[in-house]
């Protein structure tokens, strides 16, 4: 989910779209396999001279689909929906699957960057980003940041240019 070229204003230029870190998906991935599993093991052993065998399995079934909705879908429409945006002007953060919520950080007002990274975040390449801004929000903390040192310069670069009011060191 990123803002569609006619949503940037004059002059502003898209440097970098991503959504959240696929680690994320880690435990949606192995919930859907276990269920999966789970659920072809439930119907093998459903025995199908039982006289309500047929309804058995589409209960299993959709218990099946409910588990698979809740713990796989769900999540991952979640992350695909999360996405974060940083232009030449703002930093803008869009989150929601049904609704849908947008921040715009402008970079004229951001004071402070930070990132904090564990032991096995360094490993993936992710980390915990921390915006702070002249804004009523204040500060906003980004978890699972992709490629996180590579954000962080860039925002910075990004930053030395709105306060010398050039674009791309012009």
Known sequence: MTIPDHHLTQGERRVRSFNPHWKRLVVPFIALILIAAATGVAMYYIPGTWEYAGWARIA?????????????????LQWKNTGYVLTTHRFTISTGVLNKSTDDIPMTKVNTVSSDQTFFERLLGCGTLTVESASERGEIVLRDIPRIQEVRTE???????????EVDGR
Do not use: M, N
């Open 155 to 165: 925002l910075f670069r990004l930053l030395e240019d709105a306060g010398d009011g």
């Open 60 to 76: 299993v079934a959709v218990i099946g689909l409910l588990l698979l909705t809740t713990w796989s879908f769900i999540p991952y």
